[in-house]
């Protein structure tokens, strides 16, 4: 059975060197614990964000709340009551246009800028871009560069040979076993995502829910609007009358009815669902024409030079991952094709409970789309249709949510949104969490101050270990140290391995194994 292999770099708090905080611009206030992971299962890094963790590649880090300047709180939607909000429903209903009749086709910078403004999309913080997930990530660069440095256990072997290679009994949660149709379905590029986008797919009961059956009383402005989009349909020998459950202006429309494009559109537009995985062919068949719209978007986004983001770059950063992937969980790149032609690629991670946002790009010249607010949205969509078949999968992970910088607030607008309490590890209703950020930057968001935090660690004989390329525990690391070189563990590792079990939790310290040279 598989298990998680992590190399932790310790941090001594007292010495710690803080860097540069892209929110405020401040020098030496951001700090963050980090570790290497050579493989990951997707039970394992589903705990390991739920405590706080986010990766960059194969990097994991968790910020150092207390300590920085902007601190970055774990934020995810409820993505089976999620309700598009107006601006969402006008950047929704936009790409609809544009797809079925091209209307609304590139348009002005200035208006474009206003818009993305009142879209709130994506901003981070050279002023968009990296999809709601990624801005933080991209700013580890530095930190992973760092990191590939110091890892001493590149002679690791392979993810297939390090999950049968342990000598003692496996205690890892087996995964809930994916069904067959699930399986092909991401193995043939992601066929149920497409059928999904060109409306093909039956309703679920629960979009069903959403949009049957709700009546809304009509003001005179809403009346208004009526009246003359009728007028309009009747100027172009159309019929004035609304449609029961369709047309411009239905209610009640659920997010899969938005997601929706007729056959006879007049630009084709799909999805497909390709394993981040530099062996799988599609991947490789695909890797040119991804890169290229990474760079053109790096460079007019980030003011990136094309040395900076080169090839070798893109697949440390987005393609390289330690997810093992197993059926439908693992690392994935969604391409949005307008026209066969890729124009934004959305990299998420799928887990046993979510769908975990990493980052967004996009050809800018379909800027106008909006399509970093579309992408999140069409992920939020992808959830639902993921949870038809796997009831556990039913959040949308947004990366982190940073109070302190206003440009980052757009994600608690993915309503209804929980914030990760960074004591409790409890999940608080962002609307409870959102005064508390006001009076300071850092904030316990549990009201009850007797909730502890239930996975908290307890003690270094419960950590596992991979020493020698045999799995192990502590007290067993400790005996072997003893006898290999007449020393037991200095008092200096007991305290690196205690921080690295405090950092991931009692549970998931006694399933992964962390590396010992």
């Not at 981040?276 to 040119?288: I, P, S």
């Not at 316990?444 to 192990?472: G, Q, S, Y």
Request: with cysteine.
């Amino acid at each position: 059975m598989a298990r998680s292999i992590v190399e932790y770099f310790p941090e001594d708090p007292k010495k710690a060197k803080g860097s540069k905080c892209g929110y405020c611009k401040q020098e030496d206030t951001r700090y963050s614990n980090g570790m290497w992971g050579h493989v990951l299962t997707a039970r394992d890094y589903q705990d390991l964000i739920d405590r706080g963790w986010r990766r960059s590649g194969q990097y994991c880090y968790k910020p150092n709340n207390v300590l920085s300047c902007c601190p970055m709180y774990t934020i995810r939607c409820q993505a089976l009551n999620f309700k598009p909000t107006k601006s969402q429903k006008k950047v929704l209903r936009r790409f609809k246009n544009y797809i079925e009749n091209g209307i609304g086709g590139r348009r002005n910078k200035s208006t474009q800028e206003a818009d993305d403004e009142s879209n709130n999309s994506d901003e981070d913080t050279s002023g968009s871009g990296g999809g709601v997930g990624g801005e933080t990530a991209l700013m580890e660069t530095e930190r992973v560069d760092a990191a590939e440095k110091k890892v001493t256990g590149h002679n690791l072997r392979s993810k297939e040979d390090l999950s049968t290679g342990s000598t003692s009994p496996s205690t890892t949660t087996p995964l809930p076993t994916p069904c067959s149709a699930a399986k092909k379905d991401i193995q043939h590029h992601g066929n149920m995502d497409l059928d999904m986008e060109t409306g093909s797919s039956s309703k679920s009961s629960e979009a069903e829910n959403l949009s049957n059956g709700r009546e809304h009383r009509q003001g005179k402005a809403k009346q208004m609007r009526r009246e003359r989009w009728r007028q309009k349909q009747l100027a172009k020998g159309l019929s004035g009358e609304l449609e029961k459950n369709g047309g411009k202006m239905s209610e009640g429309k659920s997010l899969e009815d938005w997601l929706k494009y007729k056959p006879d559109s007049l630009h084709k537009f799909q999805i497909r669902i390709v394993s981040a995985d530099l062996e799988n062919q599609t991947f490789l068949d695909t890797f040119e024409e991804s890169l290229s719209v990474y760079q053109k978007y790096q460079v007019a986004v980030h003011g990136d030079s094309l040395t900076k983001c080169n090839a070798a770059q893109y697949k440390r950063f987005l393609c390289k991952n330690p997810l093992s992937q197993d059926g439908i969980y693992g690392a994935f790149h969604r391409h949005y094709l307008l026209n066969g032609k890729i124009i934004a690629v959305g990299v998420i991670d799928i887990l046993p409970n979510c769908v975990s946002s990493v980052y967004l790009y996009y050809d800018p010249d379909y800027a106008f789309l909006s399509l970093g607010t579309y992408t999140s949205l069409n992920e939020m969509g992808f959830v639902r249709s993921l949870h038809r078949r796997f009831s556990a999968l039913q959040y949308y992970y947004l990366g982190f949510y940073i109070h302190s910088c206003p440009k980052m607030r757009y994600k608690g607008e993915f309503s209804p949104s929980e914030l990760c309490c960074p004591e409790s590890y409890t999940w608080q209703p962002i609307q409870q969490c959102r005064p508390l950020l006001d009076a300071a930057p850092y904030a316990r968001f549990c009201p009850n101050l007797e909730t502890v935090d239930e996975n908290a660690f307890k003690l270094i004989k419960d950590v596992m270990v991979l020493h020698h390329c045999k799995m192990m525990s502590w007290s067993e690391y400790a005996m072997i140290s003893g006898q290999e070189d007449q020393t037991q563990p200095s008092d200096t590792e007991k305290e690196e391995v205690t921080q690295y079990g405090e950092l991931v939790g009692r549970i998931v310290a006694a399933r992964m194994l962390l590396y010992r040279p």
